[in-house]
């Protein structure tokens, strides 16, 4: 793979032909050279707990600039499981740290809340009502910007150069390399 993978956005992706691809029936006839460039793309629907990026591989350009479409045929590691699977960032820190920020939050609507004294009116006044409402305003602000914060995708990693295999779902004609 030529160009690197970052799951936080979907994109294209480029690679390389490493070897040059002869027909199966045979084994005579280059049906791909060598250094032939891949096309792909990827997408960036990715869950908690997920560790492989899919890929889809549309084209390949031959040397002489000509080329092939080969529709979406999925991209497998060199064990042939689906997907491409290098690094991935589970943001931690940032998952907790947004529980953190929720906890206190809510403690501190809590808080803000005014406390009865022991007047005898049995009331609150102004005073205390501003800060009682204000305080559970900018809480629940803050709360539901932590919450939101807690679903965090993985950001899933590939690096250029990752060694990788094309899944062929469907009998194509190729004709041979005339080049």
């Not at 691809?21 to 908690?48: C, R």
């Not at 549309?58 to 690094?87: E, K, T």
């Not at 009116?121 to 009682?132: C, M, T, V």
């Amino acid at each position: 793979m030529e160009s690197g993978i970052n799951s936080d956005l979907p994109g294209i992706i480029k690679a390389r032909v490493r070897e040059n691809v002869y027909d199966t029936a045979t084994g005579q006839y280059l049906l791909i050279p060598k250094d032939s460039m891949l096309i792909g793309s990827y997408d960036n629907g990715v869950e908690m707990g997920q560790e492989r990026v899919l890929i889809a591989w549309n084209r390949i350009i031959y040397p002489d600039a000509s080329s092939l479409d080969l529709g979406s045929m999925p991209g497998a590691d060199q064990g042939g499981y689906a997907g491409v699977s290098d690094q991935a960032n589970n943001h931690y820190v940032r998952t907790f740290g947004n529980a953190l920020l929720l906890s206190i939050f809510s403690a501190g609507v809590q808080l803000s809340q005014p406390q009865q004294r022991g007047d005898t009116r049995g009331g609150y006044d102004a005073q205390q009502i501003i800060a009682g409402s204000l305080g559970q305003q900018m809480g629940q602000l803050g709360a539901e910007y932590a919450r939101k914060g807690l679903n965090v995708a993985p950001t899933l990693e590939v690096r250029p150069g990752y060694r990788f295999t094309i899944m062929v779902t469907k009998d194509m004609i190729i004709p041979p390399w005339q080049g």
